[in-house]
């Protein structure tokens, strides 16, 4: 039978329009031209000011030959270049790369060869890495070096542009793109390479758009909010929090260094209402000087992921006057796509019920269309006994396009049509999800995923390691670090100093195991080893 409504009410091309996060910046210049948008030290800019510095950055990108499609890769702290590079690049048609400032020299010339970066935007922090990266690549990239005026940098790159020179040359009344698509890429962010090179997980405008928004009404986000940058704007676009804040109009507080001070002042002098963390931000925050620490005159909201903080920690965060949410996602979902969703009945069990219940993923997010705990083999849901263990899957808008050129990657994570994180939990009664284990033996630090594969391999190269198992090992501070089980060949021996630093020479600082443990590692009949137990060594 045809169904009436769609016969002659086809879409009006006069009435549907592409969603993009991009018209939230547009709308707040527009409604609250004199708002404060950015505070990043002594600098003020206002919502007027931060959409023509976008306008002006996608003018001057445009007439460096920039357009739909075209890679514009980032290497910035959380600073305002930053957050004009999340609305100047898609607004050229450009296609954001935001690279995370941890990595190591090598893993960076890959994205930038890979991803195809015809122009990069440096801080000047980062240039002694980057010539470094760019001297293996075979990408020319135009370069543009900002230099924080609130927090100048030494260094230099020869032959690059000076950023604010750059948004000079641009038009503040640039009539900027929109989207042809909603499903337009608007930006790419690379995984953490767990198994052989990182993968660039693609994003739409129409899932940043959704996932904006998301955010605000799972955060209980009132207009003119106050967020704090502690989340570092590299990962995952920040979990699409530079979008968010436009659509309700609030101030970005700027922190270039996540230090326990700084952060203390900022949550005081500008009354910050919200703002996101990985563990360590909590205890950084706890373990401040007491001289450092101020007095909250509001709740202020906290939202981790990664690891579940201790119960200590959640005690401790109350008692400062802080509300902590625990989310979960991944960089193929934008950033957070569960929230556990807290019920007013649980607030009065015991602190120690608390955590427990704290330390559940949750349930998902408003935009996410889908998440379920399936059996990978059979693709049927694992029942809500919270004890069966599946894998837990995603779909929906706010899941990416796919892996940047690497079908064959994207095929497989889409297989039975529901994206497969990885992850393994349960489902509770109730119908929250919780991560039992990590099928890739990611280890989670800091908020940073760490491939224990990577650092094994690194191991393997020392001429005195004959096996080498790295697995996670909690941490107060961290949330997670790596944890490295050693077998030496037949008359070889090594310090745990000398394995610290081989491993310092040959990776990232935050990849380095903090514990070397020299003992006989048992394997299966087929030589596999079994992780579990070295992690229930560690926890015995």
């Known amino acids: 039978m045809t169904n009436p409504y769609s016969t002659d009410l086809d879409r009006n091309p006069a009435n549907f329009q592409p969603l993009t996060p991009l018209t939230f910046l547009e709308r707040a210049a527009s409604v609250f031209p004199k708002q404060v948008a950015i505070v990043h030290g002594q600098q003020r800019f206002t919502y007027v000011d931060f959409y023509n510095r976008s306008r002006q950055l996608a003018s001057s990108l445009t007439q460096r030959g920039i357009g739909r499609g075209d890679t514009v890769s980032v290497m910035l702290a959380n600073t305002p270049a930053m957050l004009e590079a999340h609305y100047g690049v898609p607004m050229s048609g450009g296609v954001l790369h935001s690279i995370n400032t941890r990595l190591d020299p090598k893993v960076i010339a890959f ?111 009132a ?53 996101c963390g990985a563990p360590v931000v ?82 998902r997010y408003l935009p996410l269309e889908g998440l379920e705990v399936f059996n990978p083999e059979s693709m049927s849901p694992v029942p809500n006994d919270g004890i069966t263990i599946g894998e837990i899957m995603f779909r929906g808008n706010v899941v990416m396009k796919g892996y940047f050129k690497n079908k064959a990657a994207s095929d497989d994570a889409f297989s039975g049509g529901w994206f497969h994180s990885g992850d393994l939990g349960v489902k509770h009664p109730d119908g929250y999800i919780q991560i039992k284990d990590r099928s890739k033996d990611i280890i989670i630090s800091g908020g940073e995923n760490i491939s224990s594969i990577e650092i094994e391999n690194i191991l393997y190269q020392h001429p005195a390691v004959s096996v080498a198992a790295v697995v996670a090992m909690a941490s107060d501070k961290w949330g997670e670090t790596p944890c490295a089980f050693i077998e030496f060949k037949a008359g070889e021996i090594a310090t745990e100093d000398e394995l610290r630093q081989w491993c310092r020479d040959n990776l990232a600082g935050f990849k380095v195991p903090s514990k070397f443990l020299f003992t006989k590692i048992q394997k299966t009949s087929t030589g596999k080893i079994q992780k579990f137990l070295l992690r229930d060594q560690l926890s015995s």
């Open 223 to 275: 207009k003119h909010s106050v967020y704090l940058w502690t989340l570092p704007m590299f990962h995952c676009n920040g979990w699409c929090f530079p979008w968010t804040m436009s659509a309700i109009s609030g101030t970005h507080v700027c922190l270039r260094w996540v230090r326990p001070k700084a952060i203390w002042d900022a949550l005081v002098d500008y009354k910050v209402t919200h703002l």
């Open 111 to 221: 994205q930038l060869e890979h991803a195809e970066a015809k122009v990069l935007i440096v801080d000047r922090e980062f240039v002694d890495t980057i010539e470094s990266a760019l001297a293996l690549t075979k990408v020319t990239p135009v370069i543009i070096e900002y230099n924080d005026l609130e927090f100048p940098q030494s260094g230099e790159i020869t032959a690059a542009i000076d950023y604010e020179h750059f948004l000079s040359q641009g038009d503040a009344n640039f009539e900027w793109l929109m989207p042809e698509d909603e499903w337009d890429a608007i930006s790419i962010n690379y995984t953490s390479g767990t198994t052989g090179d990182p993968k660039g997980a693609v994003y739409h405008h129409r899932g940043a758009y959704l996932l904006a928004q998301g955010n605000a009404l799972t955060a209980s986000m």
């Open 282 to 363: 909590m205890s950084a925050l706890l373990s401040a000087d007491r001289a450092d620490k101020r007095q909250l005159s509001t709740k202020v909201e906290f939202f981790t992921a990664a690891a579940p903080p201790p119960e200590r920690i959640l005690a401790d965060m109350k008692s400062a006057g802080f509300n902590v949410t625990h989310l979960y996602g991944l960089s193929e979902t934008y950033g957070p796509a569960v929230v556990n969703d807290w019920h007013v009945e649980w607030n009065d069990l015991d602190s120690a019920a608390q955590a427990s219940l704290k330390s559940r993923q949750g349930v």
